[in-house]
């Protein structure tokens, strides 16, 4: 093994794609540890001692890999970070963009069809140099000019929830969810005269961005 080869930790919780990236980077000489969770990692962070951290940001249950990004970064501040995930932006699924640590790289999962790519957002962010080409989260999206307050409403659609239990959950007025949903569905460009069931409307347009959200 070379003993001066970068050590990358891979924390992302579909075993196939994480397989696949594992066999990706060590092709490209990386030496490579690689979790399906954020419990995981953290047992093996000090003895493996990684030079980068690759994080698919939702993880299911615990921590995401953001928060997971600001524990490592805090236990050793030189390590570089990339994020591999199929969500637009953290703030689509409830996470403050702000969050995303400094020198951070963000690419959407469809790139890891090309390995260079990786391999280079992996050595810009070992280099403190994160270029906009390695920030997907900075690009337009379908949903960029909805709230979060919004976004949240449409996440709870696309879960199958009524007006009465948004209402509930936001321990608000049904009317008040009324009219956050009707804003929620023109920032998203739902066309309300359009006809048809408008919830699934929705609901099809926040998946086709975030993905099937994950049950309250």
């Known amino acids: 093994m070379n003993t001066f080869a970068r050590k990358v930790l891979i924390v992302e919780d579909e075993p196939l794609l994480r397989s696949l990236i594992s066999d990706n980077l060590e092709r490209d000489g990386f030496v490579v540890e690689a979790v399906g969770s954020a419990a995981a990692a953290r047992k093996i962070v000090n003895d493996f001692d990684p030079d980068v951290a690759l994080l698919d940001i939702e993880l299911g249950d615990g921590p995401t890999g953001v928060d997971l990004a600001l524990i490592l970064r805090h236990q050793l501040p030189e390590i570089g970070l990339v994020f591999l995930t199929h969500i637009p932006e953290p703030r689509v699924v409830g996470i403050d963009n702000k969050k995303i640590p400094k020198n951070a790289a963000y690419l959407n ?71 956050l949903v009707k804003r929620a569905f023109i920032a998203a460009g739902i066309d309300l005269d359009a006809g048809g069931n408008l919830r699934v409307v929705a609901a099809r347009e926040y998946i086709k961005v975030a993905g099937l959200p994950h049950g309250k």
């Open 109 to 179: 999962k469809e790139r890891i069809a090309d390995s260079g790519v990786v391999r280079n957002a992996i050595e810009a962010a070992l280099r403190n140099k994160v270029r906009s080409e390695f920030r997907d989260d900075k690009k337009d999206h379908a949903l960029v000019d909805v709230s979060r307050s919004q976004l949240a409403v449409l996440q709870m659609v696309a879960l199958g929830m009524s007006n009465t239990e948004i209402a509930n959950e936001r321990s608000t007025s049904i009317r008040a969810v009324e009219n």
